[in-house]
């Protein structure tokens, strides 16, 4: 999710809308409400913050203080209307991760966020896990060499557990990253749905369920899980085989005692 905050409510909602086209939630916040919101907010909500968008509002350099405290993942990026380099070396000096002039378009925003985020963790565009690369630049999957085209939410639910892989992530989580913290119009049980549709595509294609779901505790990624289930395949191939090998010779053994 990304939070765009300025004073003006045309700014804000322009920014939602355009966002949202791109299959990106944002919701917008004026200075206040932002200050209020992040000083207060739990861990697990703030860490479905992708990003926050600084606009017009004159305390943004305490602002991006706060974000920073709050989360270490989240990108800064601070929209100016005009150039000024002491505001510009201001920012950078509190905390902010880029510094844009207006107009700027949503996708060249969206690609500022994504290569922020990749150069703070050190990670590429993509990330191979078992026989599915997983792409975080808005492409499909390629799952055993071949594109998996997704609807972009189910697309985004895996992404997140990608990203998540090795953790168990609960439904709210899931939502919050997929719609927006803010989403009180959209039932969260239709995160149910995405992930069962998101499933059965994906055991389609790879031949298991690489998606664990535990009641009340939420979904993980296990793609390890395909390789454990062949070798437990392997291993009961074996064995049988070796039993089949056992009455072979004992069947052999008793026809050259009768002989």
């Not at 943004?60 to 800064?76: E, G, P």
């Not at 925003?109 to 922020?116: D, F, P, Q, S, Y």
């Amino acid at each position: 999710m990304i939070v765009v905050v300025d004073e003006r409510a045309t700014v804000t909602e322009g920014y939602v809308s355009w966002f949202s086209r791109e299959g990106i939630s944002a919701c917008g916040l004026t200075s206040g409400e932002f200050e209020s919101w992040v000083s207060a907010v739990s861990e697990s909500d703030m860490r479905s913050v992708e990003a926050v968008l600084l606009g017009e509002c004159g305390n943004r350099s305490v602002l991006a203080k706060t974000i920073r405290r709050r989360s270490t993942v989240a990108a800064i990026i601070a929209m100016n209307e005009n150039r000024s380099l002491e505001e510009t070396l201001d920012l950078f000096s509190v905390g902010v991760d880029d510094v844009v002039r207006k107009p700027i378009h949503v996708r060249e925003i969206i690609a500022r966020v994504k290569a922020i985020r990749r150069r703070a963790s050190g990670a590429a565009d993509f990330t191979d896990v078992g026989e599915m690369r997983v792409f975080f630049d808005g492409r499909d999957p390629e799952v055993k060499g071949e594109v998996l085209q997704l609807p972009r939410r189910e697309r985004r639910i895996l992404e997140y557990l990608v990203s998540n892989r090795g953790c168990r992530i609960n439904k709210t989580q899931i939502f919050n990253s997929v719609y927006g913290l803010f989403s009180e119009d959209i039932d969260e049980n239709v995160v149910e749905s995405h992930i069962s549709k998101l499933r059965k595509r994906l055991r389609h294609r790879l031949g298991y369920d690489p998606i664990d779901s535990k009641r009340y505790l939420g979904y993980r990624l296990v793609v390890d899980a395909a390789s454990d289930k062949r070798v437990e395949a392997g291993e009961s191939s074996s064995f049988a085989q070796d039993g089949d090998d056992l009455i072979d010779r004992s069947e052999l053994f008793a026809k050259d005692l009768v002989g």
